[in-house]
């Protein structure tokens, strides 16, 4: 039997019964669609968050309190929730000190009540000084940003983000209005434009910024940072500064091992590594479970062809009878059980990008997010592949079962 013949065949078969044929192949297309989705998400997510972290500047160096002890990929102490105290204000001014440095921008961050007459809700705010404006790139709406005289002189001033000016005054300019934030009143002195969420997840439309002192003594009542970020000079090496930084740190808290670090310096190049391996691992492990629902496809092709050879038996008794091999019949069964792979992983990836469109068309226009059509070509290969591998692997032992049947009992089944 030459390989036409086999899959005009193979084609009659699985055209002889279309419903029996599309049920059959709807595991697989459940499967295929569940994949090309999944790493489709994983892909965006991905590309979504890569873009964020390079949007705020590619000569970025982030210190966080607490060291990575276990590999590069690691997450400091601080980043799980754990309260580290070893960033302190020494540390800020000898960094400033640093001429391969531009910028140094501590900051603390917490949540609170924020309250104006009747509305109240919780936000997030960050206690900063002037500097930090120089580090990240927040777009003033209205009004003015945190300035060196503020943080001096304790003031109780605040930017607040654009969402949360409407959520509290409506329609009404926020500036100069007194809102209370835990048990303190402080003045609004400037709006932020709108811009979604940024770094880390941060809601940058509800965010408070408030002068660093004022974070740090009154509102939280410490005298250390969660975090300091620092832009480099363009005239350096970017591993020049991460190794400037981890030294004068070193030096700060007159720690010799590295491996005593109580700290952790990360380039932008860092993060983005950092992150990219972990949405490559849920993307890989949320493809795997959505690859269950291809074994179980696979197995009602199985089941589905065992049927078939079944009913067909006297059919196989009279190709056999006259001069059929059973390599010619087992290449019949086989590619019929592979046609019904390839058709529902066909149907499967097109429904599958359907989705991925859907999906890109309610996070865009509904959601409102920054959302990118990816649609990766891995997806694509990913799934011809299995659905082969699925054709070939659950259809090889109905396919062989028919081989092997007797030509004399076969004609005479009834």
Not at 163 to 188: C, H, N, V
Not at 240 to 248: A, D, L, Q
Request: net charge positive.
């Amino acid at each position: 039997m030459t390989i036409k013949d086999a899959l005009r065949t193979s084609w009659k078969g699985v055209t002889h019964s279309k419903v029996r044929s599309l049920l059959t192949m709807l595991g697989i297309i459940i499967g295929v669609s569940s994949v090309v989705l999944l790493m489709s998400l994983g892909a965006s997510a991905q590309d979504l968050i890569i873009g964020q972290i390079q949007s705020i500047g590619s000569n970025l160096v982030f210190v966080i309190p607490g060291a990575s002890k276990s590999g590069k990929f690691s997450s400091p102490a601080s980043s799980q929730g754990i309260v580290i105290k070893t960033l302190v204000k020494s540390d800020v001014d000898a960094l400033r000190r640093e001429s391969s440095i531009n910028a140094v921008a501590p900051e603390v961050r917490g949540q609170a009540k924020v309250v104006y007459e009747g509305n109240d809700l919780t936000a997030t705010f960050e206690a900063v000084d002037e500097q930090f404006f120089k580090v990240r790139d927040f777009k003033l709406g209205k009004g003015r940003l945190i300035e060196r005289d503020d943080v001096n002189s304790f003031e109780r001033v605040v930017v607040i983000g654009g969402e949360l000016a409407t959520t509290l005054f409506g329609s009404r300019d926020p500036l100069g209005k007194s809102i209370r934030i835990k048990d303190a009143t402080f003045r609004i002195v400037g709006v932020l434009d709108p811009m979604g969420v940024g770094t880390f997840g941060v809601d940058q439309d509800n965010l408070m910024l408030l002068p660093l002192s004022v974070g740090q003594k009154q509102l939280l009542g410490v005298d250390y940072y969660n975090s300091i970020n620092i832009t480099a000079s363009p005239a350096y090496d970017m591993a020049y500064v991460k190794s400037r930084v981890t030294s004068i740190l070193r030096d700060e808290h007159r720690i010799t091992n590295p491996d005593k670090d109580d700290f952790t310096v990360r380039t932008q190049e860092d993060a983005v590594a950092l992150l990219g391996n972990i949405t490559g691992i849920l993307t890989a492990f949320l493809t795997a479970i959505a690859s269950i629902s291809l074994v179980v496809g696979g197995i009602g092709i199985m089941n589905i062809m065992l049927v078939t050879v079944t009913e067909r038996t006297k059919e196989i008794g009279l190709r056999k009878a006259l001069g059929a091999t059973d390599r010619d019949i087992m290449t019949q069964f086989l590619f019929e059980a592979l046609s019904l792979t390839l058709i529902g992983g066909a149907i499967g990836i097109i429904f599958g990008a359907m989705l991925v469109g859907g999906t890109y068309l309610v996070l865009v226009y509904v959601v409102k997010m920054s959302w990118t059509f990816t649609l990766p070509a891995s997806a694509l290969i990913l799934s011809v592949a299995v659905s082969t591998v699925t054709g070939i692997a659950f259809g090889l032992y109905p396919a062989r079962k028919a081989a092997r049947k007797n030509p004399i009992d076969a004609l005479r089944y009834e």
